[in-house]
T-cell receptor
Framework: AQSVTQLDSQVPVFEEAPVELRCNYSSSVSVYLFWYVQYPNQGLQLLLKYLSGSTLVKGINGFEAEFNKSQTSFHLRKPSVHISDTAEYFCAVSLSYNTDKLIFGTGTRLQVFP | GAGVSQSPRYKVTKRGQDVALRCDPISGHVSLYWYRQALGQGPEFLTYFNYEAQQDKSGLPNDRFSAERPEGSISTLTIQRTEQRDSAMYRC?????????FGPGTRLTVL
């Protein structure tokens, strides 16, 4: 079975500072990796995904993530955050890139302060 | 175009009542998923469909939960004899190619 661990439930950070949200996964087979963002009172929105190829993946809003197979990690980073990045971030894995369920972590609440 | 829509957005019901939650996927999307999200948790898979066929219902917690997608488009998640532990956000998603698009969710509160 697959599982996802997001080590930090909350990450407070000041505006314009860099941020890293950690995600580790467990699986005996190859998986596809995703980061979703949930703004208050909105649905989940895809930030970025790793399907294959380059291990450094760039997404929307200046976020990027690096797939590290040996460490089974897919940490999300942004060099300079903005107030508008305040949201809940979810890491997820899937066995298929288009026709299988997503298994989510418990989420990390990013709070950006002025 | 229009995204995934869900109705109602909020549902308050009394314990023991049946509820039906509706999901209208993006037009043309083959796959449709249902997830449940408890407060402070990530979404948890319930079931999914390809066209009208229910491919996987392993996440449905018990036989009070059922889902259908009779014409391969709109889907209904039904919870019979609701219990307080059923209170959660119920999310629907539809997929095309390599991503799932999520609806805004239905917040279910069982009193």
């Amino acid at each position: 079975a697959q599982s996802v661990t997001q080590l930090d439930s909350q990450v407070p950070v000041f505006e314009e500072a860099p941020v890293e949200l950690r995600c580790n996964y467990s699986s005996s087979v190859s998986v596809y990796l995703f980061w979703y963002v949930q703004y208050p009172n909105q649905g989940l929105q895809l930030l970025l995904k790793y399907l294959s190829g380059s291990t450094l993946v760039k997404g929307i809003n200046g976020f990027e993530a690096e797939f590290n197979k040996s460490q089974t990690s897919f940490h999300l980073r942004k060099p300079s955050v903005h107030i508008s990045d305040t949201a809940e971030y979810f890491c997820a894995v899937s066995l298929s890139y288009n026709t299988d369920k997503l298994i989510f972590g418990t989420g990390t609440r990013l709070q950006v302060f002025p | 175009g229009a995204g995934v829509s869900q109705s109602p957005r909020y549902k308050v019901t009394k314990r023991g009542q049946d509820v039906a939650l509706r999901c209208d996927p993006i037009s043309g999307h083959v796959s449709l998923y249902w997830y449940r999200q408890a407060l402070g948790q990530g979404p948890e898979f319930l079931t999914y469909f390809n066209y009208e066929a229910q491919q996987d219902k392993s996440g449905l917690p018990n036989d009070r939960f059922s889902a259908e997608r009779p014409e391969g488009s709109i889907s209904t998640l039904t919870i019979q004899r609701t219990e307080q532990r059923d209170s959660a956000m119920y999310r629907c998603a539809s997929s095309s190619h390599d991503r799932q698009f999520f609806g805004p969710g239905t917040r279910l509160t069982v009193l």
